[in-house]
């Protein structure tokens, strides 16, 4: 099969067919995803707390984002590989071009930034630069001090109308995808339908245009599973077999259902 790019993902936008992100980090689990037909690999900061034992994503650092995005470049040539710039490596636009060079260079196609409206600028020169963006908006990790807990972000009507708002500042911007997280089903619905780039729900339910999943939460590795998670390998036999499940059941618009969404 074909290499996946952007022009795949926002056909897909375009035709109405769903696909499937995974945040994971290593070679093996790349190599396993792609076999499994997943589109989009995510090198998630996540790894600070899935992989390397911290309660939070603040401490992860580009050397440990580099040494896990080239991990899973040696793993899969065909999926997009999409890298997380860390906490405060992109405060500055001047820092932001800085570091998604390196991110670029360890073998991503695409870097990923978590915020709205002051992202802007950011998006716009990284793109000009020949560098795609995914943004990240409703519950944004790096913020978790701001936000005093990870919680559902979006619930009342002031929050909600400041992502729409958001997600179209960076559409116009040249933001090339965006990850929603923990936001109200109908809200994610909104800002899908009011956007050109694809977005990636993940607690968002089911109307966008992909999910992501983190690999931990999938083989059921994560001590409290996020309500908006799934165990996929408890029905499948091994571990591809899981990974196939997850993606047959986000295309077959089975997955996410009522009880990983948030009303
Ligand atoms: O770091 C990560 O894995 C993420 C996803 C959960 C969207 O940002
Ligand atoms: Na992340």
Request: aromatic content about 6%; proline content about 5%; glycine content about 10%.
């Given at each position: 099969?074909?290499?996946?790019?952007?022009?795949?993902?926002?056909?897909?936008?375009?035709?109405?067919?769903?696909?499937?992100?995974?945040?994971?980090?290593?070679?093996?689990?790349?190599?396993?995803?792609?076999?499994?037909?997943?589109?989009?690999?995510?090198?998630?900061?996540?790894?600070?707390?899935?992989?390397?034992?911290?309660?939070?994503?603040?401490?992860v650092t580009m050397e440990?984002?580099?040494?896990?995005?080239?991990?899973?470049?040696?793993?899969?040539?065909?999926?997009?590989?999409?890298?997380?710039?860390?906490?405060?490596?992109?405060?500055?636009?001047?820092?932001?071009?800085?570091?998604?060079?390196?991110?670029?260079?360890?073998?991503?196609?695409?870097?990923k930034i978590e915020g709205?409206?002051?992202?802007?600028?950011?998006?716009?020169?990284?793109?000009?630069?020949?560098?795609?963006v995914c943004a990240h908006?409703?519950?944004?990790?790096?913020?978790?001090?701001?936000?005093?807990?990870?919680?559902?972000?979006?619930?009342?009507?002031?929050?909600?109308?400041?992502?729409?708002?958001?997600?179209?500042?960076?559409?116009?911007?040249?933001?090339?995808?965006?990850?929603?997280?923990?936001?109200?089903?109908?809200?994610?619905?909104?800002?899908?339908?009011?956007?050109?780039?694809?977005?990636?729900?993940?607690?968002?339910?089911?109307?966008?245009?992909?999910?992501?999943?983190?690999?931990?939460?999938?083989?059921?590795?994560?001590?409290?599973?996020?309500?908006?998670?799934?165990?996929?390998?408890?029905?499948?036999?091994?571990?591809?077999?899981?990974?196939?499940?997850?993606?047959?059941?986000?295309?077959?618009?089975?997955?996410?259902?009522?009880?990983?969404?948030?009303?």
């Open positions: 099969s074909q290499p996946i790019t952007i022009n795949t993902l926002r056909k897909m936008k375009a035709e109405g067919d769903k696909f499937v992100t995974v945040a994971l980090y290593d070679a093996p689990m790349a190599a396993m995803a792609r076999k499994s037909g997943v589109e989009v690999l995510l090198v998630g900061d996540s790894l600070g707390m899935t992989v390397l034992g911290y309660d939070s994503t603040i401490p440990q984002m580099i040494y896990h995005v080239e991990a899973v470049k040696r793993g899969n040539n065909k999926s997009l590989i999409m890298g997380d710039m860390p906490f405060m490596t992109y405060a500055t636009a001047e820092q932001a071009m800085v570091n998604a060079t390196r991110i670029m260079q360890a073998g991503a196609h695409m870097v709205g409206a002051w992202l802007a600028d950011t998006v716009r020169m990284l793109g000009e630069c020949g560098i795609p908006l409703g519950l944004t990790p790096q913020s978790v001090n701001k936000f005093g807990g990870f919680r559902v972000q979006g619930r009342d009507q002031a929050q909600a109308e400041q992502i729409l708002e958001d997600a179209k500042l960076l559409d116009r911007a040249g933001a090339d995808l965006l990850v929603l997280e923990c936001v109200p089903n109908a809200l994610a619905a909104k800002v899908t339908a009011a956007v050109s780039m694809p977005t990636i729900g993940i607690g968002a339910g089911r109307d966008t245009n992909a999910q992501v999943l983190v690999i931990n939460d999938i083989l059921g590795l994560t001590p409290q599973p996020p309500k908006f998670s799934k165990n996929f390998l408890v029905e499948a036999e091994d571990i591809p077999g899981a990974l196939r499940k997850y993606v047959a059941d986000v295309k077959a618009g089975m997955f996410p259902d009522e009880s990983h969404t948030f009303g």
